[in-house]
């Protein structure tokens, strides 16, 4: 699929976040002009090779918080490309309070197939510190709208907001499920360059997560959700220079998701070691895709699990004809 991407970065939102400087980690203040949406769909469409769905994305800002003039204006400017069948359908983001049964008859006129919405978390007390301005039961009240329309729905959380847990963040984890959107992103807090949350942290009110336990809590969400069935589409926010000048503290790694997967990968590949009988060896074989995942950078789980006792007893062989995130074990 081709993704055309739209920016409105910090558009139409109400609300100054605790966590957030949109304007930091984009480079886009919130006074920009309306993007010029035919002319970004014209640009994106001549690059197109043999992608065979085309999908118009307003990515950043709460879209359905705009004017309602604004919102048409942006919907219709990607109609005729639709009519004409150059582009198959679009999706933003917004906050779960700026949805109710009109907006979302709206959007389904204008084509919108996809929404994500900023959740954050599930927890009252936890929005309410992140100066959030809506409850969690507007985000479930939101999915439930937008589902009734017809429209898939995200949802984005943030695990080490302000008196969130571990135990809190796993709860609503759970509420997630319970709702069943099409998928999840989940980004744990950054503190940022001139937001209220780096205040709180230089004067110690406010303590990130380490780098360690966000890849383990967000492993274990992973986990939950995709056993219930919801994809998780990404772990950690896109990398750029940009938001490496500006994050103040945090759980930052450019490769953010991939060290979730390691950490999974590990921990299957361990759980299969530890039922071997006493002579026995492990041939794992793997998706070629995954070799650096299963491996860890720096070859941190092959050392990993050498220094657990199981030196010798393994042999990881990649495979170009196996899927993606499969394994197959051979016990010899």
Not at 2 to 17: A, E, M, N, T, Y
Not at 141 to 148: D, M, N, S, T
Not at 298 to 313: H, P, V
Request: glycine share 8%.
């Amino acid at each position: 699929m081709l993704v055309i991407p739209i920016f409105i970065p910090h558009r139409g939102c109400p609300h100054d976040c605790l966590f957030c400087n949109q304007q930091k980690i984009s480079g886009y203040d919130r006074e920009d002009a309306r993007p010029p949406v035919a002319q970004t769909i014209d640009v994106w469409l001549d690059r197109k090779k043999d992608r065979h769905q085309v999908q118009v994305a307003f990515f950043g800002g709460s879209f359905t918080c705009l004017p309602h003039s604004e919102q048409v204006a942006m919907l219709s400017a990607v109609q005729p490309y639709i009519a004409a069948g150059k582009v198959d359908t679009l999706r933003l983001s917004t906050r779960p309070d700026c949805l109710d049964p009109g907006v979302c008859a709206l959007l389904k006129e204008y084509n919108v197939g996809v929404v994500e919405l900023g959740a954050q978390s599930l927890s009252d007390a936890v929005l309410q510190n992140s100066l959030r301005g809506h409850t969690a039961e507007e985000t479930r009240h939101a999915v439930r709208l937008l589902k009734a329309a017809g429209i898939q729905v995200g949802l984005q959380l943030m695990p080490g907001l302000p008196g969130e847990t571990s135990a809190s963040f796993l709860r609503g984890i759970d509420e997630v499920i319970a709702l069943q959107p099409s998928f999840v992103r989940l980004y744990p807090v950054l503190v940022v360059k001139e937001s209220g949350l780096e205040k709180l942290y230089h004067a110690g009110r406010y303590r990130p997560l380490s780098l360690k336990k966000a890849i383990a809590l967000t492993a274990r969400c992973y986990q939950k959700l995709t056993e219930a069935g919801i994809r998780v589409v990404r772990m950690g926010l896109q990398p750029s220079a940009l938001l490496e000048q500006n994050v103040v503290a945090g759980p930052y790694h450019p490769a953010f998701g991939e060290l979730v997967q390691s950490r999974l990968w590990l921990k299957k590949i361990r759980a299969g070691l530890a039922a071997l009988g006493p002579e026995q060896k492990l041939l794992i074989h793997i998706s070629e895709k995954d070799m650096s995942a299963v491996t860890g950078m720096k070859k941190q789980n092959t050392k990993r699990l050498e220094a657990l006792g199981f030196s010798g007893r393994f042999i990881i062989l990649p495979n170009k004809t196996m899927a993606r995130g499969s394994i197959q074990y051979v016990v010899c």
